[in-house]
């Protein structure tokens, strides 16, 4: 036990430590910060980080406008002029039509500067050839952007973006995808127009799971005439029909069955029409909707028609769908219809130089001719027409240029294609989904799965293609119902394979191969297998064999420690083969063989040969085993070297290995990929070797370079010491700077990285997974958390920037080869 004098001698000692910490505290506090010291606080105190919020919806009024060109944010002399006649064409437009909703003539763009509509249209054409054709273009700009319902369904937008912002952020209504196809259609030499109209609700709203998906419809098969010949008098009597008449009654009956079958079907498929009719639209024909219009004359096109530029089908423009148009617009000029839509668009008439059906907004050359019956003219009549067309001339208002950037897409963002390289469309009972190539390790590209109800609960089918495969898979179908798998190749495979049809790839199995039988030795152009014998068909052979049927029996057990018997070790009995040959003509036909069979059990092969001209009988022959010796007297021993191996287990070793592999092709034209490679191999290198000299700055002196600057002198001068110690400083001071600079990066990189997995979020939040949400929000979680921590960390260096920078200061001035110049 302690007695009560050594615990209060205890005490103050503790009091007096306490006391003596607190005098170093405040000795610390009153040392006198040099200029050095708030000149870094200063610095440190203007680097700032803003930390960012998460955002679950897409805003366009927060998108950066700063860099784009002059054009966006400014109106020309001719721009300005344009709107006023634009404006004064509105007010005589609303004073003789008072009813019709306003033109959508010039909203605001995304600088919000209003614009013209024909303006906007930028006429392009892609060095791809792919955008050359309306139907392609047309899916690539479908598949290439997000659709966003309009504001209002039943108003026009009041913005129009330009199609170079449309295209930057993948997403638009339906203005900004009919202005984007637009400007590509009439580069590609078509003669298209905007139209600005009324449709159905699923057209608007982009709904096709009450439509069949395209890759489903069968094309329309052309159903020939017969012409029936003409017998001349004099001509040979045709031979006598022999066909069987009960044979074509019952052929008919089959006809007729059939015929019945596919009316019990189809008034079936009426009925669940009927049944699936969507409900009443409480907005139907106010339903405000852009589309593209393509003229028939330019490019070969027959007939005029519609595009939506929501799904890339074409319609008739008497469509149903269609329901009213109020304008339409290109690069060159704007019209308004004049014609009633009380029955839709059935009968409008697309005769744009027409101004009873079509009113113009600038006069000009370029307009569409009034189409007129062909009517004789005479002298007068052309004078009159060259007056006029003089005096419209000097009336004229030509349409400024466009004041949208050229349109550019990588190829890298071509062959992207969708959204972050991903697409999901709902079409009826069919979900069809789009990958961009080498966006999967497989080289899936399109998947599309079939099923049995609306509710897409039950799959049916599943069709999958691939692209740029090692082992050339192109193509790939599972039925559900029988769990059959269909694999198609391209030529080139290791095999010569072209279709596997199977249930599994255990050996042993059903299954049937095709095989590209020109590109193979043995000529073998289809195998079909069971698990009781395997039916070989083959072509092109040079000893004529064309078929190959081998009966199993059943394997012999054999003791074994492994419970799954080795097929290749204890492989099947071979019971019968039988083999058919084609007629040689070199041989006669009593020595070329039709059909050889081996009957293994009874040791015994029978030989028939091909029939002789009018012969109605073949010759055969039979041959038995008798000995199990040679011409010399040895007994022959059987092996398996002896024997020809059919390669089935080969094959299904060779698919297993492929499938696992899933290695994909690169092109050697690919730059892209390959450069990517050969980038990454050299940034590993060079942060190896950073890290190298990292390692050995750390084990020299700190005051080694400034030493080696004063020429290794071993007593400096004090003038000398001085510099020595204000550079070492001011060297240090950059240092702090630096790491606070580096902080600031990776506090940018980590918010750059959010805003794009925010803006992946807004770009496909329609078609997202409930799996895909919780990664998201998971992922924005795990961001947040890393942006504290490095504003936490920036904080905390500029707090002990300046401590470090005074310690330093304290280290200098105790160097024992500085120690004497500091002495006072």
């Not at 007096?16 to 610095?43: A, P, W």
């Not at 096709?208 to 159903?223: G, I, M, S, Y």
């Not at 308004?336 to 009873?356: A, T, Y």
């Not at 950059?734 to 979020?761: G, P, S």
Request: glycine share 2%; charged share 35%.
């Amino acid at each position: 036990m302690e007695s009560k004098e050594e615990k209060d001698q205890k005490i103050l000692e503790k009091l007096e430590e306490e006391e003596g910490e607190e005098e170093e505290e405040e000795e610390f506090s009153s040392f006198n910060i040099s200029d050095e010291v708030r000149d870094l606080e200063k610095q440190l105190s203007q680097i700032q980080v803003h930390v960012p919020e998460v955002v679950y919806e897409f805003d366009w009024s927060s998108i950066d406008t700063s860099n784009l060109p002059l054009s966006y944010r400014t109106n020309s002399p001719k721009e300005q002029l344009l709107l006023q006649v634009a404006d004064n064409f509105c007010r005589q437009y609303v004073h003789l039509c008072p009813d019709r909703e306003p033109l959508f003539l010039h909203p605001v763009n995304e600088c919000n500067v209003e614009k013209f509509v024909s303006t906007t249209v930028r006429p392009t054409l892609l060095p791809y050839s792919e955008l050359y054709d309306w139907d392609s273009c047309a899916r690539f700009v479908s598949d290439y952007l997000t659709m966003e319902p309009l504001p209002s369904p039943i108003a026009p937008p009041s913005y129009l973006y330009s199609p170079t912002t449309i295209l930057r952020y993948q997403r638009g209504n339906c203005f900004d995808f009919s202005n984007l196809l637009c400007s590509l259609l009439i580069g590609a030499g078509y003669d298209t127009y905007c139209v600005n109209g009324y449709a159905t609700r699923e057209i608007c709203m982009m709904d096709e799971t009450k439509e069949e998906c395209p890759l489903l419809q069968k094309a329309e098969e052309v159903q020939v005439e017969a012409v029936e010949k003409k017998l001349k008098k004099y001509a040979v009597k045709p031979l006598k029909d022999l066909q069987s008449k009960f044979e074509l009654q019952q052929a008919a009956k089959e006809v007729a069955k059939e015929q019945a079958a596919e009316k019990k079907r189809k008034e079936e498929e009426e009925k669940t029409v009927e049944i699936e009719k969507p409900k009443p639209d409480s907005l139907y024909g106010l339903r405000v909707h852009a589309w593209v219009l393509v003229l028939s004359g330019k490019r070969e096109v027959p007939e005029s028609f519609y595009i939506d530029p929501f799904t890339a089908k074409s319609y008739d423009t008497k469509d149903d769908n269609f329901l009213g148009i109020e304008s339409v617009w290109n690069h060159r000029n704007y019209w308004i219809n004049m014609q009633d839509c009380w029955n839709g668009c059935k009968d409008l008439e697309f005769d744009l130089g027409d101004p009873v059906r079509w009113e113009f907004m600038l006069l000009g050359t370029d307009k569409p001719l009034l189409s007129l019956p062909e009517m004789e003219e005479d002298e007068e009549a052309e004078d009159e027409v060259e007056e006029l067309n003089k005096e419209e001339e000097s009336k004229a208002f030509d349409m400024p240029a466009s004041w949208v950037e050229p349109i550019q897409i990588t190829s890298k963002e071509f062959e992207m294609r969708c959204p972050q390289g991903k697409k999901e469309i709902l079409y009826k009972n069919a979900k069809l989904e789009k990958w961009a190539p080498y966006l999967n390790k497989n080289g899936l590209i399109s998947r599309l799965t079939l099923y049995e109800d609306t509710d897409f609960s039950k799959v049916l089918e599943v069709k999958e293609l691939f692209k740029n495969r090692e082992d050339k898979m192109e193509r790939r179908e599972l039925k559900k119902q029988t769990e059959v798998t269909t694999e198609y190749f391209a030529p080139g495979h290791v095999q010569s394979l072209k279709v596997h049809t199977y249930k599994t790839m255990e050996p042993e199995t059903e299954r049937t191969m095709e095989f590209y039988s020109e590109t193979r030795v043995d000529g073998l152009q289809k195998r079909v297998e069971t698990a009781l014998d395997m039916i070989e068909y083959f072509e092109g052979r040079s000893d004529f064999l064309c078929y190959r049927h081998t009966e199993f029996g059943k394997r012999v057990k054999k003791p074994t420690n492994n419970a799954q018997v080795n097929t290749e070790s204890n492989a099947r009995p071979i019971v019968t083969i039988t083999e058919r040959f084609n007629r040689n003509p070199e041989k006669p036909a009593d020595e070329d063989v039709a059909e050889r069979i081996f009957l293994m059990s009874k040791e015994k092969i029978f030989l028939t040969y091909h029939y002789k001209e009018n012969y109605i009988t073949a010759s055969k022959r039979e041959f038995n085993k008798r000995s199990d010796v040679d011409n010399s007297g040895s007994k022959v021993i059987m092996t398996r070297d002896m024997c020809i191996s059919y390669q089935v287990l080969d094959i299904l070793r060779i698919r297993e290995e492929e499938v696992a592999a899933s290695k994909l092709t690169v092109s050697i034209y690919d730059t892209e990929r390959n450069e990517k490679s050969r980038e990454q191999r050299e940034l590993m290198e060079r942060l190896l070797q950073e890290e190298r000299l990292r390692q050995v700055e750390q084990d020299l002196d700190y005051l080694a370079p400034y030493l080696i600057q004063m020429g290794g002198v071993e007593k400096m001068p004090r003038w000398m010491v001085m510099r020595l110690k204000e550079d070492c400083l001011t060297d240090f001071k950059h240092h702090l700077v630096d790491k606070a600079n580096l902080i600031q990066a990776r506090f940018e990189k980590e918010t750059q990285e959010l805003q794009k997995k925010q803006q992946w979020y807004q770009q496909n939040q329609l078609n997202m997974t409930l799996e895909d949400e919780d990664a998201y929000l998971s992922f924005c979680s795990e961001a947040m958390f890393r942006i504290r921590i490095l504003e936490n960390r920036l904080n905390r260096h500029k707090e002990r920037a300046p401590l470090k920078y005074i310690a330093l200061e304290e280290k200098l001035c105790k160097d024992p080869r500085l120690t004497e110049y500091f002495r006072f």
